[in-house]
C-alpha cells in the first residue's frame, strides 16, 4: 500500500517550483517571426548569440523567460527597420558589457585565449622539428 | 637540470588543477552590472502604471535635484520585501520614480495598497523597454539618477535595511 505512493511522491519531486513570472501576454514579436524570411534569418542568428539575461547559460532564443521574449521583440523589431544585426549587438554591449554576448570576440582580455593555443602549437611545430632532425 | 625539465609539467598541472578547484569553491556572481552607470539616463516616456500618480520620462530627471528611479513589479516577491526600505528613504525625503515590468495597472495598485505607495511617479514598461535600455536585468533594481540626469549608481536585487544609509550618501553625492 505504502509503496503505491512512490511514484507521486517522485512526481511531487519532479515539479518545478513556480517562479515568479508576470502574467502579461507576450511583446508582439516574442515568438512571432517577421514576415520577410531574410530579415527573420538575420534575427534568428543574432539571437542565437545573445545571451539571456535571466537565465545566463541560455540564448535568448532558447529562453522562455519574459525578459528574453522582449529582448528578442526588440531585436526582430530593429532588424525590420533596417538596423544592422551587429549594430543590435553593439546596442546591447553599450548596456550589458561583452557578456551579453556569445560572440567570441578578440578584447584587451580576451586576446590570450586566441594567442595561447597559437603559441603553443608553435613551440610543438619547433620541438617536432627539431627531434625528427636529430633523428635524421 | 634533468630533474626539473621531468617534474615541471607535473608542478603546472597540479598548480592549474589547485587554481581551478579553488575556483569552482567561490560562488558565481550572477549579477550583470549596467554599463550605463556614468552615463545620461537614455531618452524614454512612459504612461502612467495607476491612475493616481503620473507616469515617467527621462526629462522629469535633469531638474537639479537627485531622484531614486526604481525598478519593479508586483508580481516580484523581493520588491515587497524592499517595500519598508522604500518607504523610509520616502521618508528621509528622498524623491522616489518607479518603473512597473509587465504589470497590470490593477496588479500595480494591489500591490501599493499592500505594501505603501512610496513612489512621485510610476511609468508602465510593458515591453522591458526602458529596462534594456538602461541596462537592468532584473527586479528589483534601484539606479540613482543626479540632478543632470545621469546614472549615478546602480543597486541590484532588494535593498536591505542596511543598504538605506548606503544610498542616502550616494543620493548626497549625485547632488
Known amino acids: ?136 | 637540470m634533468k630533474a626539473l625539465r621531468f617534474w615541471l609539467p607535473l608542478v603546472a598541472l597540479v598548480g592549474f588543477l589547485g587554481l581551478a578547484g579553488y575556483m569552482l569553491t567561490k560562488p558565481k556572481d550572477e549579477f550583470v552590472e549596467s554599463r550605463m552607470v556614468g552615463k545620461p539616463l537614455p531618452f524614454f516616456t512612459l504612461d502612467p502604471a495607476v491612475p493616481d500618480r503620473p507616469g515617467l520620462a527621462s526629462r522629469d530627471f535633469a531638474t537639479g535635484k537627485p531622484r531614486l528611479l526604481n525598478i519593479f513589479a508586483s508580481w516580484c516577491v523581493p520588491c515587497a520585501a524592499e517595500a519598508p526600505q522604500l518607504k523610509a528613504l520616502a521618508a528621509r525625503g528622498v524623491d522616489i520614480a518607479g518603473i512597473a515590468i509587465r504589470d497590470r495597472p490593477e496588479d500595480v495598485a494591489a500591490f501599493l495598497a499592500r505594501y505603501g505607495n512610496p513612489y512621485s511617479a510610476i511609468g508602465k514598461d510593458d515591453l522591458s523597454e526602458v529596462q534594456l535600455a538602461i541596462g537592468s536585468s532584473g527586479v528589483p533594481e534601484t539606479f540613482v539618477i543626479d540632478g543632470k540626469g545621469r546614472i549615478a549608481y546602480q543597486h541590484i536585487g532588494d535593498i536591505r535595511a542596511e543598504n538605506v544609509s548606503m544610498l542616502l550618501k550616494k543620493l548626497e553625492e549625485a547632488r
Do not use: H, N
Open chain 1, 1 to 136: 500500500m505504502r509503496w503505491a505512493l512512490v511514484p507521486w511522491a517522485i512526481l511531487t519531486m519532479l515539479a518545478a517550483p513556480a517562479g515568479a513570472q508576470d502574467s502579461m501576454p507576450p511583446a508582439p514579436y516574442a515568438y512571432r517571426q517577421l514576415d520577410d524570411a531574410a530579415q527573420e534569418a538575420k534575427a534568428r542568428a543574432l539571437m542565437e548569440t545573445l545571451r539571456c539575461l535571466k537565465c545566463q547559460s541560455q540564448s535568448i532564443a532558447d529562453s522562455d523567460a519574459p525578459m528574453a521574449g522582449d529582448m528578442r521583440s526588440q531585436v526582430r523589431i530593429r532588424i525590420a527597420a533596417g538596423e544592422e544585426p551587429e549594430a543590435v549587438r553593439a546596442w546591447l554591449i553599450e548596456r550589458y558589457g561583452d557578456y551579453v554576448s556569445y560572440k567570441p570576440e578578440m578584447s584587451r582580455s580576451t586576446w590570450p585565449l586566441f594567442a595561447i593555443p597559437l603559441l603553443l602549437a608553435v613551440v610543438a611545430a619547433v620541438i617536432l622539428a627539431r627531434r625528427l632532425r636529430g633523428r635524421a
